[in-house]
């Protein structure tokens, strides 16, 4: 097909992801030589949700663009072609659904999990300490790099806590201590009690089965 290049260096790879508002991009960065995930979203004027979409667009790019934290997706620059609001992040090259559906049934290893959970309880506890809720922590929104470090991404769903209306906060929130449950990935072992981490800690490495492998 036709080379696709956005703003005279981000050279479209592939569509690695979809979502009501917009899709994501893998992209090659002719100048730094980087991959990077670029979200377009799908902001035309003759749709009837038009406006809806630019406020969920731009709210969604400023929260991720405040939010700069090791288990969140990095922010790396936004910017528009006519309308279309377009937002570069860090490229992750597997989500946790993928690799749970990598185990086929047998599960990731505790390590993992609890190392996965732990890892989203600190971006959760950034989010809330930012006056911030996520709203959509899903297996397809935790992407997670050949080195088991998790990122949450899509904040399209998140609000500041300002703009929530029927939502209660946990007295707490924001503490480093939260009580987690997961049941598909622990063959059954649903609690996980996550603490402050050590100054030594280490995060588990994703499982070599199903470790995450970049495509060129």
């Given at each position: 097909?036709?080379?696709?290049?956005?703003?005279?260096?981000?050279?479209?790879?592939?569509?690695?992801?979809?979502?009501a508002y917009g899709v994501v991009?893998?992209?090659?960065?002719?100048?730094?030589?980087?991959?990077?995930?670029?979200?377009?979203?799908?902001?035309?004027?003759?749709?009837?949700?038009?406006?809806?979409?630019?406020?969920?667009?731009?709210?969604?790019?400023?929260?991720?663009?405040?939010?700069?934290?090791?288990?969140?997706?990095?922010?790396?620059?936004?910017?528009?072609?006519?309308?279309?609001?377009?937002?570069?992040?860090?490229?992750?090259?597997?989500?946790?659904?993928?690799?749970?559906?990598?185990?086929?049934?047998?599960?990731?290893?505790?390590?993992?999990?609890?190392?996965?959970?732990?890892?989203?309880?600190?971006?959760?506890?950034?989010?809330?300490?930012?006056?911030?809720?996520?709203?959509?922590?899903?297996?397809?929104?935790?992407?997670?790099?050949?080195?088991?470090?998790?990122?949450?991404?899509?904040?399209?769903?998140?609000?500041?806590?300002?703009?929530?209306?029927?939502?209660?906060?946990?007295?707490?929130?924001?503490?480093?201590?939260?009580?987690?449950?997961?049941?598909?990935?622990?063959?059954g072992d649903t609690s996980i009690?996550?603490?402050?981490?050590?100054?030594?800690?280490?995060y588990a490495t994703v499982p070599?089965?199903?470790?995450?492998?970049?495509?060129?």
């Amino acid at each position: 097909g036709k080379r696709r290049v956005l703003q005279g260096n981000l050279e479209v790879q592939a569509i690695i992801g979809e979502g009501a508002y917009g899709v994501v991009l893998k992209c090659h960065n002719l100048q730094t030589n980087e991959t990077v995930a670029v979200k377009e979203f799908k902001i035309n004027s003759d749709d009837p949700d038009v406006e809806e979409v630019k406020r969920t667009s731009t709210r969604e790019v400023e929260i991720l663009r405040n939010l700069k934290h090791e288990n969140i997706v990095s922010h790396l620059g936004d910017f528009y072609v006519g309308e279309r609001l377009y937002v570069v992040m860090e490229y992750v090259p597997k989500t946790l659904l993928e690799l749970l559906d990598e185990c086929g049934g047998r599960g990731l290893s505790k390590e993992f999990v609890k190392s996965c959970m732990f890892q989203l309880c600190k971006a959760i506890t950034f989010i809330h300490g930012g006056k911030y809720v996520y709203r959509d922590v899903k297996p397809e929104n935790v992407l997670v790099d050949p080195h088991g470090v998790v990122k949450l991404c899509d904040f399209g769903l998140a609000r500041a806590r300002s703009e929530t209306r029927g939502t209660t906060m946990a007295a707490g929130a924001g503490s480093s201590t939260f009580l987690v449950t997961t049941r598909s990935a622990m063959h059954g072992d649903t609690s996980i009690t996550c603490r402050p981490e050590p100054p030594s800690a280490t995060y588990a490495t994703v499982p070599e089965t199903a470790t995450p492998k970049a495509t060129s």
